[in-house]
């Protein structure tokens, strides 16, 4: 267990040299692993990270966290290498949705913005009209001068927005099948075993779900609220990986999961010596073509610039 433990300080001092060295920002989302976002320049929520990835002056982003997210960056900082050290982190509903189904639904309904969240590819991205995170998502759809929108591809997503505008808002039937996958009766046992807890809830969650909840929050909204309340105990209805950074900044609380089986396996692929191997050889690059990335772009920054 010590040599494990030394092993992984030494991996930690390593990659902080390599990125100096390389003059490199390391990012982790909050659903990465504990050995991640201690050593990682910045962790974050979708939103958080895209931002700070569009204000680097790094010559290399380092994202740690699944493909989309470091599309983004790519579509974000052309003129910047972004790493994925493990290319094969996807994140299953992103690749719900093609680009040929959207163009088919498209023909399917009267002419309308599309408004994707941003758990999508450069390809979808690219023929949206504006992108949205969790924690965005209201806003940005309030935003648009129209009277329906379509929102892909989380039916989760757009179902709790749907309740949150005037707006009629269609959708396509995808879903995150670590948030789809918690169910009311667990939830339920859950609240039984800590009856003094707050239940905090992604929107990635079902609606019944969230109709349980005591706040809907993106990851890093989880973080802030937490830190807010008055109250000690909360449990959390969002991936596992959260835990880590809720323990960290709220020392003193109680957090428990909602499920332990919401468990992401593509956001839990990264390891230490992944991140190595991709500094020292620059393996795992992550690069959108022109021809995509310029209408992708402009969906991003249409949502960057709603949501400063
Ligand atoms: P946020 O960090 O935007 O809340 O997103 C959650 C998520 O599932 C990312 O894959
Ligand atoms: Fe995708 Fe869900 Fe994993 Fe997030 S938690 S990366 S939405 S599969």
């Known amino acids: 267990m010590r040599k ?26 909050n659903y990465q692993p504990p050995e991640i976002q201690e050593v990682a320049d910045l962790c974050g929520d979708s939103l958080e990270l895209s931002r700070k990835a569009a204000k680097t002056d790094a010559e290399i982003i380092l994202f740690c966290g699944v493909h989309f997210m470091a599309e983004t960056a790519s579509i974000l900082s052309p003129d910047k290498t972004v790493l994925l050290p493990r290319l094969d982190a996807g994140c ?31 390809d979808v991205k690219a023929l949206s009209t504006i992108c949205c995170t969790s924690a965005n998502a209201v806003q940005i759809v309030n935003s648009l001068d129209v009277p329906e929108v379509l929102m892909i591809p989380d039916r989760n997503l757009a179902r709790y927005t749907a309740a949150r505008t005037k707006k009629k808002v269609h959708y396509w039937n995808g879903y995150c099948p670590i948030h789809d996958r918690l169910k ?32 809907i929050l993106s990851t890093s909204g989880m973080l802030k609220f937490a830190g807010e309340s008055d109250r000690r105990s909360f449990i959390v209805g969002t991936e596992v990986g959260i835990l880590y950074p809720l323990k960290k900044s ?31 050889h ?16 402009e969906a991003v920054r249409r949502m960057i610039e709603l949501s400063v």
């Open 250 to 280: 709220c020392p003193g609380k109680n957090f428990f999961p909602a499920s332990e089986t919401m468990v992401c396996p593509n956001m839990k692929k990264m390891t230490l010596t992944d991140i190595i191997r991709s500094l020292e």
């Open 184 to 215: 009311p009766e667990e939830l339920q046992k859950a609240k039984n075993n800590h009856p003094d807890a707050l239940f905090m809830a992604h929107p990635e969650c079902r609606p019944e779900i969230l109709e349980m909840a005591d706040a």
């Open 4 to 29: 494990d433990k030394l092993i992984m300080d030494e991996q930690k001092k390593k990659v902080r040299r390599l990125l100096k060295e390389r003059n490199a920002i390391m990012l982790a989302h």
């Open 282 to 297: 620059l393996e795992g690059e992550v690069k959108v073509d022109e021809k995509i990335r310029l209408p992708a772009l």
């Open 92 to 122: 299953p509903m992103a690749d719900m949705i093609t680009a040929k189904d959207l163009e088919h639904k498209l023909k399917e309904l009267p002419p309308m913005p599309v408004v994707t969240y941003v758990n999508s590819t450069a």
